[in-house]
């Protein structure tokens, strides 16, 4: 169990690192282009041009990195705070300070979050301006000097015993040990904070006295992951090798290197083979003398290029140590994939995958299985979610009133994934439990959507199915009726459960929020609340259009007392992982006797005129009406 513990701890820091990098790496792209083409070794060497090159590596970069970090942490004041004290680091120091940035940003965010947490309530009124900028101006100023002279020295030493380290692989030839570090790395989400953390700071320096550096080309290699991927394209089975092809396509060219991590979850013999590949390619990047000349980020086979040294050698050195990678990585792969006996299921690989990275991964759907035409006579559509108390039966009712509207005889149900029925012919749910779906039903056509309050793929669904289907109204309002056979929903949205201009660091705080409100309402046992931060945790509970509805997980069914809700009104907004989210309905359904009602909410929140006037509503029963009038 410790073990456990501490590599979900591991995982969690790997993705944290990732998410400080990953909205910056545009800038990263900007600066690599611009060294890349205007250095003395550059395609178009200009001197005027060039002076933009160290100001970026060593201020932008940084700065933005170290904002980011304390964004994260204690969104924009976090930022802000975590920017201020980054710049000590930077100041401190004659080296991009990268890893500096990496510690300095959140802490400041963190520090900041203390402080705020620890004034809340106290602050007298018409101060409120006053107290938030010195606060944040005096923190950051106290942290920057503290980076000045404690923590930039710190990472100087550190990272001048890496370059010494790296000086002594290079001269007794064992850089290419490195892959056994780097290679597991990225499975673990530690990719950024090793490539970006260490290998570009010291790279930089390198490029800045030799004109390129071989240490950009230790994690940016795509071989390894084009070897497995290719192996599976010959020997793999079922939907693994369907995908392969396509997944090695948007590795190679995209750069998107967390595409094939799934694949070696599959089979864990094959990071043997990722070793190995990266082994032989900085092997060969060694043996040839290649090396870029500015960061390739992301990890493609273009930006590998276009930061290669403009002479033939160094192309010729890059370009065959990515080929050795990838036929090394491609030979062992196939051995493991030819003798192993261990069944391979991509789908559960990709949920294994988001778990570790711990939100939703932009590549999982790729390894959704294709789907065929919608099938004809379509008589049982299913709404399928985890627990199928929420999400679910919001797109439920809003399809159902599209069916109703379009007089199509077809029933439009929702449920809990593990409860989907047999002969249901359409099942739409999110897109990261598709594959969930897909293995409980998988003879039924398949939609994924984004957001179930204003999905495009309704209005598709329903032009495909008007050409198949006659007229029932009565028959279909029969089976409405008995679909939402609840008891009456007079007194689920109560007043005094309607909160207005509240506030939220995170989305973990506002559904312990909502939760908190459900359980002191009776509506909940205390255990609800952890169940409905595991359910977003392995779906985001987003909806579309501004809303969330966090809800207990299908387990936690058994710790609802009764039906209730409770609607959280933020509207400066709060991050459901990348959605700004400006309503918030916590749900606690019990029996069905809370569909209706959601029904309800599904509607007004499907047209965004009414999430406005929910938004800025002034008072409890001004935000309830404009739910009942639906």
């Given at each position: 169990m410790a073990q456990s513990n501490i590599k979900v701890a591991v995982q969690k820091f790997g993705n944290f690192l990732s998410s400080m990098v990953m909205p910056n790496i545009g800038a990263f792209i900007a600066w690599g282009l611009i060294t890349a083409l205007f250095i003395p070794t550059g395609f178009f060497p200009n001197e005027s041009l060039a002076k933009l090159v160290d100001p970026m590596v060593k201020y932008l970069l940084p700065l933005l990195i170290g904002y980011t970090g304390g964004k994260l942490v204690h969104d924009q004041r976090g930022g802000v705070v975590g920017a201020i004290a980054t710049m000590g680091v930077i100041v401190g120091s004659d080296i991009p300070m990268f890893l500096g940035a990496m510690i300095m940003g959140p802490l400041g965010g963190y520090i900041i979050k203390k402080f705020d947490q620890f004034i809340e309530g106290k602050v007298k009124t018409g101060f409120e301006m006053l107290i938030n900028n010195f606060s944040a101006g005096i923190l950051g100023g106290i942290l920057a000097i503290l980076a000045f002279l404690g923590v930039s020295p710190a990472v100087d030493g550190f990272t001048g015993a890496l370059v010494v380290g790296v000086d002594w692989m290079v001269a007794h030839g064992l850089l290419p040990l490195t892959s056994i570090l780097i290679e597991p790395a990225k499975i673990l989400f530690l990719n950024n904070a090793i490539n970006h953390g260490i290998l570009s700071p010291i790279g930089a320096e390198q490029i800045r006295t030799n004109g390129q550096s071989i240490l950009l080309l230790l994690e940016t290699n795509p071989g390894p992951g084009l070897g497995i991927l290719l192996a599976y394209c010959f020997f793999g089975k079922g939907t693994a090798k369907q995908?392969?092809?396509?997944?090695?396509?948007?590795?190679?060219?995209?750069?998107?290197?967390?595409?094939?991590?799934?694949?070696?979850?599959?089979?864990?013999?094959?990071?043997?083979?990722?070793?190995?590949?990266?082994?032989?390619?900085?092997?060969?990047?060694?043996?040839?003398?290649?090396?870029?000349?500015?960061?390739?980020?992301?990890?493609?086979?273009?930006?590998?290029?276009?930061?290669?040294?403009?002479?033939?050698?160094?192309?010729?050195?890059?370009?065959?140590?990515?080929?050795?990678?990838?036929?090394?990585?491609?030979?062992?792969?196939?051995?493991?994939?030819?003798?192993?006996?261990?069944?391979?299921?991509?789908?559960?690989?990709?949920?294994?995958?988001?778990?570790?990275?711990?939100?939703?991964?932009?590549?999982?759907?790729?390894?959704?299985?294709?789907?065929?035409?919608?099938?004809?006579?379509?008589?049982?559509?299913?709404?399928?979610?985890?627990?199928?108390?929420?999400?679910?039966?919001?797109?439920?009712?809003?399809?159902?009133?599209?069916?109703?509207?379009?007089?199509?005889?077809?029933?439009?149900?929702?449920?809990?994934?593990?409860?989907?029925?047999?002969?249901?012919?359409?099942?739409?749910?999110?897109?990261?439990?598709?594959?969930?779906?897909?293995?409980?039903?998988?003879?039924?056509?398949?939609?994924?959507?984004?957001?179930?309050?204003?999905?495009?793929?309704?209005?598709?669904?329903?032009?495909?199915?008007?050409?198949?289907?006659?007229?029932?109204?009565?028959?279909?309002?029969?089976?409405?009726?008995?679909?939402?056979?609840?008891?009456?929903?007079?007194?689920?949205?109560?007043?005094?459960?309607?909160?207005?201009?509240?506030?939220?660091?995170?989305?973990?705080?506002?559904?312990?929020?909502?939760?908190?409100?459900?359980?002191?309402?009776?509506?909940?046992?205390?255990?609800?609340?952890?169940?409905?931060?595991?359910?977003?945790?392995?779906?985001?509970?987003?909806?579309?259009?501004?809303?969330?509805?966090?809800?207990?997980?299908?387990?936690?069914?058994?710790?609802?007392?009764?039906?209730?809700?409770?609607?959280?009104?933020?509207?400066?907004?709060?991050?459901?992982?990348?959605?700004?989210?400006?309503?918030?309905?916590g749900i606690a359904g019990k029996d069905g006797t809370h569909l209706e009602i959601l029904s309800g909410i599904a509607i007004t929140c499907s047209d965004m005129d009414n999430i406005e006037k929910m938004v800025h509503a002034k008072s409890a029963k001004e935000l309830m009406t404009i739910i009942q009038r639906n």
């Open positions: 995908s392969a092809p396509g997944a090695a396509i948007i590795h190679f060219i995209g750069g998107i290197h967390e595409i094939y991590f799934p694949y070696v979850l599959m089979r864990p013999l094959l990071i043997i083979a990722a070793i190995l590949g990266g082994m032989s390619g900085v092997f060969t990047f060694v043996l040839l003398g290649g090396g870029l000349q500015a960061v390739a980020s992301p990890g493609s086979i273009l930006a590998i290029l276009a930061a290669t040294p403009g002479n033939a050698g160094s192309y010729v050195a890059n370009i065959s140590g990515v080929l050795v990678a990838a036929i090394v990585s491609f030979i062992v792969g196939s051995l493991i994939l030819k003798t192993g006996k261990q069944p391979e299921d991509l789908d559960e690989a990709a949920r294994k995958m988001q778990e570790m990275k711990g939100k939703k991964s932009s590549v999982a759907g790729s390894f959704t299985k294709q789907q065929g035409e919608v099938p004809a006579s379509v008589q049982k559509i299913v709404f399928a979610c985890d627990a199928g108390m929420g999400s679910s039966a919001m797109g439920a009712s809003l399809l159902r009133k599209k069916v109703k509207q379009a007089n199509l005889n077809i029933s439009v149900t929702n449920t809990a994934i593990s409860n989907i029925p047999s002969d249901a012919q359409i099942v739409i749910t999110q897109k990261e439990l598709t594959p969930r779906a897909q293995n409980k039903v998988p003879d039924a056509y398949h939609i994924s959507v984004d957001n179930f309050l204003s999905s495009p793929e309704y209005d598709k669904l329903i032009d495909q199915l008007k050409n198949d289907h006659t007229t029932s109204k009565a028959e279909e309002e029969k089976k409405v009726s008995a679909e939402n056979n609840t008891d009456s929903n007079d007194g689920l949205l109560k007043e005094e459960n309607v909160f207005l201009n509240q506030h939220f660091s995170s989305k973990e705080e506002a559904i312990r929020f909502a939760g908190s409100v459900l359980v002191k309402g009776g509506y909940v046992e205390e255990n609800y609340v952890e169940a409905m931060i595991e359910r977003d945790n392995m779906t985001s509970t987003y909806m579309g259009n501004d809303v969330a509805i966090p809800h207990g997980t299908e387990e936690a069914k058994k710790n609802v007392l009764r039906s209730g809700f409770t609607v959280i009104q933020v509207p400066e907004g709060v991050d459901f992982d990348g959605e700004k989210v400006r309503l918030i309905f």
